[in-house]
């Protein structure tokens, strides 16, 4: 009878290693520090990558931002202003069309929390308050460019004369006075039209002086009398050559550039300034010259050259110590003897 092992076939391919769990089962909020089993329904979520270390959730508890909602919303007396406070705070995505979503729906959770639920919706998916800095200020700036054209458009527009009882143009004592008597009613609406012309090219809410002032009320004068001497046939060579001349007072003659922005500094002087205000220092001493190089330049430049043009700095002094180390000198003897002596030997 055949033996048989008792020892089993198997096979000696090791199998696959099971997966280590090495998974947080305890969570602390970083304000009360209470404990909790799981961030889930405990911590509200966020998009921002500040806590994408932390799973995507925020560092505090539900409980914590309820309270700093409440703390904000009677410190700033606004619900809204208090839910904007609070994702300042924590780098969550603000928009007034979130907020009014929150009228609309209904939820257990507190006001702040149901607001920071829908942040996380597909459609936010991805923003911070960084979005939100930045659209506020495209929305800035398009209320800027808004105001800026309806300005622009309104002042432009042409004074249309108020008629009294006869049909007679009626005009503003203010306008009397700015321009002086004499004028007749339609001249002083023609000056109105070419006085809001030119203050339509300046800045809202530019104020003139008194001289810039006097120097309008003449160009807008001339102005007016040139367009009826053209069309009288009567020479105007003159009164434009005293207009281009009132232009160049104003300084709004085409030839000349007029500096927009009014805080202007000249590059040298702003370098002074930070020189001043926050000096460059002194590097140290084992990396001041290391190579000789910057006292060469000083002493055999720029000393030589003050040497040689009469100036007496610190950089002449410093090339007349160098040269003295090079300088060989007639040596002068004591003994009267040894005086004759070189001479004979001169001799």
């Not at 000056?191 to 809202?204: A, F, I, V």
Request: charged share 30%.
């Amino acid at each position: 009878m055949a033996r048989t092992s008792k020892i089993q076939s198997t096979s000696t391919k090791p199998k696959q290693a099971a997966p280590l769990k090495d998974e947080r089962t305890e969570f602390y909020c970083c304000r009360c520090q209470k404990e909790y089993k799981r961030q889930k329904a405990n911590f509200p979520a966020s998009q921002s990558t500040l806590y994408k270390g932390n799973g995507g959730y925020l560092a505090i508890c539900n409980n914590c931002v309820d309270e700093l909602f409440e703390h904000y919303k009677a410190a700033l007396g606004n619900e809204a202003d208090a839910i904007r406070r609070v994702c300042l705070k924590f780098d969550i995505y603000w928009n007034p069309e979130i907020y009014q979503m929150l009228n609309k729906a209904s939820t257990s959770q507190s006001r702040v929390r149901a607001y920071i639920s829908k942040t996380n919706l597909y459609k936010y998916i991805g923003k911070t308050f960084d979005d939100t800095l930045d659209e506020e200020y495209a929305q800035k700036l398009e209320a800027e460019a808004a105001a800026q054209a309806e300005y622009e458009e309104s002042i432009i527009k042409n004074v249309e004369p108020i008629l009294d009882d006869d049909n007679e143009i009626v005009v503003d004592e203010k306008v009397i006075q700015y321009w002086g008597t004499g004028f007749t009613s339609e001249m002083y609406i023609e000056l109105e039209n070419r006085r809001n012309y030119w203050m339509s090219q300046y800045p809202p809410g530019t104020v003139l002086n008194p001289g810039e002032e006097g120097l309008l009320r003449q160009i807008c004068n001339l102005e007016i009398s040139i367009n009826q001497d053209r069309a009288a046939g009567k020479p105007i060579e003159k009164s434009v050559n005293t207009l281009n001349t009132l232009f160049g007072s104003m300084n709004i003659k085409p030839s000349q550039k007029r500096e927009v922005e009014e805080n202007y500094i000249p590059f040298g002087c702003e370098i002074a300034r930070f020189e001043e205000s926050d000096p460059i220092p002194d590097p140290d001493p084992e990396f001041e010259d290391v190579d000789g190089m910057r006292r060469n330049i000083l002493t055999w430049f720029l000393g030589s050259l003050c040497k040689t043009a009469g100036v007496k700095n610190e950089y002449s002094d410093l090339f007349e110590e160098e040269i003295a180390k090079y300088t060989v000198e007639r040596p002068k003897y004591d003994d009267p003897e040894d005086d004759i002596e070189e001479s004979e030997t001169v001799v």
